[in-house]
């Protein structure tokens, strides 16, 4: 029986699978088991921003490993205290204490939960278009894949993105908060504008709303600076993080600010804060720092979005990036350019129906990039 024979009788399918069986990577590069390379562009949607096979996160995993790999949050931990230390200093100014979980729908759910305590109230606005998981509390917060599921959590309701007026009126004495992406991923790489996010946290304050920002697949260095909220000059009461902050171990986090009151017993973790992902987390920060790779995914995307944009693509109707964060909406279904471009070793996303999303490495080179924009001028020019 075959890896994928052995998948399909044993594993409780939810994925839609590509007939593709990837066993080992390195940077941006992935190896299919009979060695054929791709360029990676998924980075396990947005997850191995450090690259596959980190030396310094490997190292940094193996040494805690032979220490202590679990340790409850009724105790105390060294390196979960260095960890949180480390977030808060590189958090937006106002972002003070940290929530150690283990993935973006669970640090959505914490979000939820620690917003209604905070506030005493019940209900959300969120955009539509947008995605925060697939866990009751995130998906009842999420635009999409709502149907086969509902009754939801109720107290959701959804305005257009980047619509001020739509907010405010949605925004009532019973909200709780906002919760937005700053870029839509799911959602098809949709930037808020600037002066929309500053007309959000004003009505959030002058209304006494909280304002979540979700910041799963931006956080981390994928939009150009470390958290996508220093573009606008954003503070939000709460911010979600997870995906790239651990190198690929499953680690998420909710960092609050003053407004959000803790109190014990109100939320938990069984493998929140482990030690194991937390000296993953810390040695894939100090890298994404020491590297600086904010600063290489501007160069970056703006080489791929110079490259790309020189070539033009009748299929192509809009090409949209903030950093490495890319999304090319085409003017027909994307899924089956996947597999093409799949063929030809490039491996890539899609973000809704008609977007092609691109999530390389951070560490992609300037070289492969290139040979990504040559293999997407094959595909679309047909």
């Keep these: ?98 929530f150690l979980c283990n993935s973006g729908s669970e640090s959505i759910e914490a979000a939820i939960k620690f917003a209604r305590h905070s506030t005493g109230r019940h209900n959300f606005v969120c955009a539509m278009r947008g995605f925060h998981g697939r866990t009751i509390g995130a998906l009842s917060a999420t635009h999409q894949y709502r149907a ?63 304002l979540i920002v979700d910041e799963v697949q931006t956080g981390f260095c994928r939009t150009g600076r470390m958290f996508a909220c220093e573009h606008f000059q954003l503070t939000p009461d709460i911010l979600c993080v997870a995906k790239a902050m651990a190198g690929g171990i ?64 009748g299929r192509v109707r809009e090409l949209r990036h903030l950093g490495l964060m890319i999304g090319i909406e085409l003017k027909s279904k994307a899924k089956p350019y996947l597999l093409e471009l799949m063929e030809r070793g490039v491996l890539a996303l899609v973000a809704g129906p008609t977007v092609i999303r691109l999530l390389p490495p951070l560490v992609i080179s300037l070289e492969q990039l290139d040979a990504v924009v040559d293999t997407l001028g094959e595909v679309l020019s047909g």
């Design 148 to 210: 086969a599921f509902e009754p939801l959590l109720q107290g959701f309701t959804f305005v257009p993105f980047n619509n001020i007026d739509k907010l405010h009126n949605a925004v009532s004495g019973e909200t709780a908060a906002v919760m937005l992406e700053l870029v839509q991923g799911e959602g098809g790489i949709r930037i808020a504008h600037e002066e929309y996010i500053a007309a959000v946290r004003d009505l959030c304050d002058r209304r006494g709303v909280l």
């Design 1 to 98: 029986m075959n890896t994928p024979e052995r998948e399909r009788t044993y594993g409780f399918e939810v994925f839609p699978k590509r007939d593709v069986t990837i066993v080992a990577g390195e940077g941006a590069t992935l190896w299919d088991e009979n060695g054929k390379a791709y360029i990676d562009c998924t980075a396990g949607v947005g997850v191995a921003s450090v690259g596959h096979a980190n030396p310094q996160v490997a190292s940094a995993i193996g040494e805690q490993s032979q220490r202590l790999i679990t340790c409850p949050g009724v105790f105390y931990n060294d390196t979960r205290a260095r960890l949180l230390e480390k977030l808060v200093s590189i958090a937006p100014k106002g972002l003070k204490r940290a």
């Design 250 to 313: 499953p680690m998420g986090a909710v960092l609050c600010g003053d407004a959000v009151k803790p109190a014990v017993g109100m939320h938990g973790s069984t493998f929140g804060g482990n030690p194991l992902a937390c000296a993953a987390a810390l040695a894939a920060i100090d890298f994404m720092v020491e590297r600086d790779l904010a600063d290489q995914a501007i160069h970056k995307g703006a080489h791929f979005a110079d490259t790309f944009g020189k070539s033009r693509f």
